[in-house]
Structure formats: structure tokens, C-alpha cells
């Protein structure tokens, strides 16, 4: 009984390690449809992003035109107070019974006078400032026509890759899925660990003429017998990736001849 169970272990061991090899197959194909993809969904997501701040920049703009134009409305109406003010200095000064009164509403005229004039340079200066921020509104809107335009075509370009790699991506996921339950979770989340810090998305690798199949630096003899017994999930004490042996990863393994001597024959001459 004891024997039974112990075999079954190993078994599953054994089960756990090729289902992770294909796994990483599975994971591998899948990194590769996204390379065919390359920088296209980034560059999609950057001109959107492009498209919203240009489009809260005309916001700005708008909001500042809106500004203006109610300065304006206000230092309408403070020209007309102002005007209606110097009228009325005027019928004052008609009747005024000495010099310290016309004086006095003289200056009060000259002083409206100057606010007047103060404020028709602020509404000069107001609707120069809404022209400008028109104008930046129609060069902001070339921009998103523009960007807009890049945008279409991008996602285009994305949906036909999508499109024709997006079945084969679907099974592969599927495939994957299936393949980690078939994994204990303590394994599992190591190659996800390993896989994410690993420059070329490598979480398992074989052994091939005697190396790991990920760094490429020399495995012991002995550790090479431990990997194929699997009775034990064996990592490259170099590169931290997980270890199997080419026979159970399904590859041959290519032996290294070693070079012969060929020994020249030698002619012995009888006389």
C-alpha cells in the first residue's frame, strides 16, 4: 500500500511537470500572437488619450472665452453708468453757484472719463484675448482631426489582427486553463513568477546537452539524474527557472559526439 502511494506521487509529479511544460507552450503561443499585435494597442490607447486631453484643452478654452465675454458684458454696463454719470455732472454744471461746484464736477467728469476709457481697454483686451483662444481652439481641433484619423486607422489595423489571431488566441487560453488545473497551486504560482521576471516569458525549460535550456549554464551530472527521476520539482540554481528533461518536454535529445582518431594503418613490407 505504501509502495502504491508512493508511486502515485511520483506519477504525479511527473503529471504536474508536463502539464506545465505544456502549459508554458500554451502561454508561449499566446506571447507571441501579442508580439504579432507589437506596440498597436499602446499606440491605440495613447492617441485616446491624446484625443481626451485635447478635447478638455478646448474646454479651457471655452471656459476662458465665456470669462471674457462676461467681462465684457460688465464693463459695458459700467460705461453706460459711467456715461449716464457724466450726464448728469453736465446738467450740474449748468446750474452750479460757484467755482468750488464746477471744480468739483469737472474733476468727477474727468474721472469718469478715465474709468471709461480704462474700461474699453479691457474690452479690447478681452475680445484680443478671445481671439486668441478661438484661434487655439481651431489649430486644437485640427490636432483631433488629425489624431482622430491616426486613431481609425490604428484600430483598424488592430481589429484585422485581432480578427485572424483572435480564435487561435481563444483556444490557446482555453487549453491553458485547463492545463493549471491540473497543477497544485504552490507550483503553479511559482512559474507565474518565475514566467513574469523571466526576460523571455520562460517558466520551465528543458535540459539540452546538459544545460538548462533557459540560461544555457551547465546542469551537474547528478542533478541531471534527479531531474529525470521527477520525483521533485528541480529549479536552474542559475536562472531560477523550473527543470525538466527533453524526454518528457517531447524533445530529443541531441547528443554531442565526441571526436574519433583514426588510427593510420601501417604496411608491413615483408621481404
Same mark, same amino acid.
Given at each position: 500500500?505504501?509502495?502504491?502511494?508512493?508511486?502515485?506521487?511520483?506519477?504525479?509529479?511527473?503529471?504536474?511537470?508536463?502539464?506545465?511544460?505544456?502549459?508554458?507552450?500554451?502561454?508561449?503561443?499566446?506571447?507571441?500572437?501579442?508580439?504579432?499585435?507589437?506596440?498597436?494597442?499602446?499606440?491605440?490607447?495613447?492617441?485616446?488619450?491624446?484625443?481626451?486631453?485635447?478635447?478638455?484643452?478646448?474646454?479651457?478654452?471655452?471656459?476662458?472665452?465665456?470669462?471674457?465675454?462676461?467681462? !465684457?458684458?460688465?464693463? @459695458?454696463?459700467? &460705461? /453706460?453708468?459711467?456715461?449716464?454719470? =457724466? +450726464? $448728469?455732472?453736465? #446738467?450740474? %454744471?449748468?446750474?452750479?453757484?460757484?467755482?468750488?461746484?464746477?471744480?468739483?464736477?469737472?474733476?468727477?467728469?474727468?474721472?469718469?472719463?478715465?474709468?471709461?476709457?480704462?474700461?474699453?481697454?479691457? !474690452?479690447?483686451?478681452? @475680445?484680443?484675448? &478671445? /481671439?486668441?483662444?478661438?484661434?487655439? =481652439? +481651431? $489649430?486644437?481641433? #485640427?490636432? %483631433?482631426?488629425?489624431?482622430?484619423?491616426?486613431?481609425?486607422?490604428?484600430?483598424?489595423?488592430?481589429?484585422?489582427?485581432?480578427?485572424?489571431?483572435?480564435?487561435?488566441?481563444?483556444?490557446?487560453?482555453?487549453?491553458?486553463?485547463?492545463?493549471?488545473?491540473?497543477?497544485?497551486?504552490?507550483?503553479?504560482?511559482?512559474?507565474?513568477?518565475?514566467?513574469?521576471?523571466?526576460?523571455?516569458?520562460?517558466?520551465?525549460?528543458?535540459?539540452?546537452?546538459?544545460?538548462?535550456?533557459?540560461?544555457?549554464?551547465?546542469?551537474?551530472?547528478?542533478?541531471?539524474?534527479?531531474?529525470?527521476?521527477?520525483?521533485?520539482?528541480?529549479?536552474?540554481?542559475?536562472?531560477?527557472?523550473?527543470?525538466?528533461?527533453?524526454?518528457?518536454?517531447?524533445?530529443?535529445?541531441?547528443?554531442?559526439?565526441?571526436?574519433?582518431?583514426?588510427?593510420?594503418?601501417?604496411?608491413?613490407?615483408?621481404?
Amino acid at each position: 500500500m505504501a509502495t502504491d502511494k508512493k508511486h502515485d506521487k511520483e506519477r504525479s509529479v511527473e503529471e504536474r511537470l508536463a502539464a506545465l511544460y505544456k502549459l508554458q507552450t500554451c502561454l508561449s503561443e499566446v506571447d507571441r500572437i501579442k508580439n504579432v499585435r507589437g506596440e498597436l494597442p499602446l499606440e491605440v490607447k495613447d492617441l485616446e488619450d491624446d484625443i481626451i486631453r485635447l478635447k478638455t484643452r478646448i474646454q479651457n478654452f471655452q471656459d476662458e472665452i465665456d470669462k471674457q465675454n462676461d467681462l !465684457i458684458n460688465v464693463k @459695458k454696463g459700467d &460705461i /453706460e453708468a459711467r456715461k449716464n454719470k =457724466i +450726464e $448728469r455732472y453736465d #446738467e450740474q %454744471i449748468n446750474n452750479v453757484r460757484n467755482n468750488r461746484e464746477f471744480a468739483f464736477l469737472e474733476k468727477e467728469k474727468e474721472f469718469e472719463t478715465l474709468e471709461i476709457e480704462l474700461a474699453e481697454k479691457n !474690452i479690447r483686451d478681452a @475680445k484680443a484675448r &478671445i /481671439e486668441e483662444k478661438e484661434a487655439d =481652439i +481651431e $489649430r486644437t481641433k #485640427e490636432e %483631433i482631426s488629425d489624431r482622430e484619423h491616426n486613431l481609425s486607422e490604428k484600430k483598424n489595423e488592430l481589429h484585422d489582427i485581432i480578427s485572424e489571431t483572435k480564435q487561435e488566441e481563444e483556444k490557446l487560453l482555453l487549453q491553458a486553463k485547463e492545463l493549471e488545473s491540473k497543477i497544485d497551486d504552490y507550483t503553479l504560482n511559482a512559474f507565474k513568477r518565475i514566467r513574469k521576471n523571466a526576460r523571455n516569458g520562460l517558466g520551465i525549460v528543458s535540459v539540452q546537452r546538459s544545460a538548462c535550456g533557459g540560461c544555457f549554464n551547465r546542469i551537474p551530472p547528478q542533478r541531471q539524474l534527479e531531474i529525470k527521476m521527477h520525483k521533485k520539482v528541480i529549479v536552474c540554481e542559475y536562472c531560477g527557472r523550473i527543470l525538466i528533461d527533453g524526454a518528457l518536454a517531447g524533445i530529443e535529445e541531441v547528443k554531442v559526439e565526441q571526436p574519433t582518431t583514426k588510427r593510420r594503418a601501417r604496411r608491413t613490407t615483408k621481404e
